[in-house]
């Protein structure tokens, strides 16, 4: 037996004793339903990395990356047949190389730990309420090429889920992207909280209509213009 082969048939067993998780490698657009922790990186994935599809899943990348070719969305978590998924949380994950680096649509979710960068246009597109976002790094989202398109974090409301609200954006550094935080369309009472916004290219926040009521505190935003 390989020492490869040897400990991640330990771990398998060793989470199996402990509950139901899944720690195996994962191949390109995988769909997951149930708690996974990967054990190498995804790389270059033509359209879409992983996809969740289920409630109170949690995605754990333990530090490896998911890289794709400028298409689609490295981690995906939307809304299946107007069903919002909740307590989706995703967790140390480098995310690099698609269009978006994570898609999220739900509710009562995670995403902490992460790097999100040198992807086409938003380092993580977020649609939903009750939600924490921390601890985050989005940077160098402005692959696109075109000088406009590239958030590092864009939040909105969405087709089925209404309004984004009552979110917790925290600690998370946004940095070198055309513009750093975009909030549009029914995005109210969240709070923006000790985020540092540094070095973006157009914009650090970009707010457009029926953004009302979030608190910001402590933001450091410094914009550089070429």
């Not at 109170?56 to 998911?66: E, K, M, S, V, W």
């Not at 730990?113 to 924490?132: E, K, P």
């Not at 009472?189 to 000790?194: E, G, H, R, Y």
């Not at 926040?205 to 910001?216: G, S």
Request: proline share 0%.
């Amino acid at each position: 037996m390989s020492g490869k082969f040897a400990a991640r048939f330990f771990l398998i067993i060793l989470f199996s004793l402990i509950g139901s998780f899944s720690v195996f490698a994962l191949e390109c657009w995988e769909v997951i339903t149930q708690d996974t922790f990967m054990a190498e990186d995804l790389l270059n994935c033509p359209y879409y990395g992983i996809e969740i599809d289920a409630d109170n899943i949690t995605l754990d990348c333990q530090g490896h990356t998911i890289s794709g070719r400028f298409n689609g969305s490295g981690v995906v978590v939307f809304e299946s047949s107007g069903h919002l998924f909740e307590g989706v949380k995703i967790r140390n994950c480098v995310v690099q190389n698609f269009t978006h680096g994570v898609a999220f649509g739900g509710n009562y979710g995670e995403i902490s730990n992460n790097i999100l960068q040198n992807n086409n246009y938003n380092g993580l597109t977020f649609l939903g309420s009750d939600s924490v976002i921390s601890g985050n790094t989005l940077r160098n989202n402005d692959q696109s090429g075109d000088g406009i398109s590239g958030y590092g974090l864009k939040i909105r409301a969405g087709v089925y889920m209404g309004k984004s609200r009552r979110n917790v954006i925290s600690g998370n550094i946004i940095e070198n992207n055309e513009h750093g935080v975009s909030l549009e369309d029914d995005v109210l009472d969240n709070s923006f909280l000790n985020n540092m916004v540094t070095n973006n290219n157009i914009s650090g926040f970009r707010i457009q209509k029926q953004v009302i009521n979030n608190i910001f505190t402590i933001v450091l935003t410094i914009i550089s213009y070429c």
